[in-house]
């Protein structure tokens, strides 16, 4: 799962346009643009909320496995596997953090927990 975007900004040189860009109020050719990028499920336009937990938020804002052309290809295995994996543990009610969220670059990797009594 992607909290943090993976880049702050992407470099990109203009090729697309021709030498007479900037008559058209286009960029010109060999220009240097930075867009800047953000997580899109954290978008307070789009999403009511965003950093409060809630279950029940419509299927439409659910980016977890991308979205498009390169929609997660394991989707439908983590569909089933990863309630079948968090189940058994979340039954053992009581489940608290007994530790800090790990990442590995960008993507959380392991977050230790406690269960039960
Ligand atoms: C919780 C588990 C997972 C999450 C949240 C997740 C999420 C994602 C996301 C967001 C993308 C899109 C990346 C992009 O747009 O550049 C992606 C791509 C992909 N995922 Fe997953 N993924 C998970 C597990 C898996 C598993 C278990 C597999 C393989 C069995 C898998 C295979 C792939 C592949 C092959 C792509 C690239 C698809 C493409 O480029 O066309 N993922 N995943």
Known sequence: MLFE?????????????G??????GE????????????????DERMVDGPNEFRIGRPAYLD?????????????????VQIPGILKPLLKKGNVI?????????PFPSSLRVKAGN
């Open 27 to 42: 960029l010109p050719k060999g220009a240097t643009v930075l867009p800047a990028t953000q997580s899109a499920m954290f």
């Open 19 to 24: 030498d007479r860009a900037h008559e058209c």
């Open 97 to 105: 953090r007994a530790g800090q969220l790990e990442y590995q670059g």
């Open 63 to 79: 980016m977890h496995f991308g979205y498009g052309l390169h929609t997660c290809f394991g989707q439908y295995v983590n569909r």
């Open 5 to 17: 975007n993976l880049r702050q900004a992407l470099e990109r040189v203009q090729q697309q346009f």
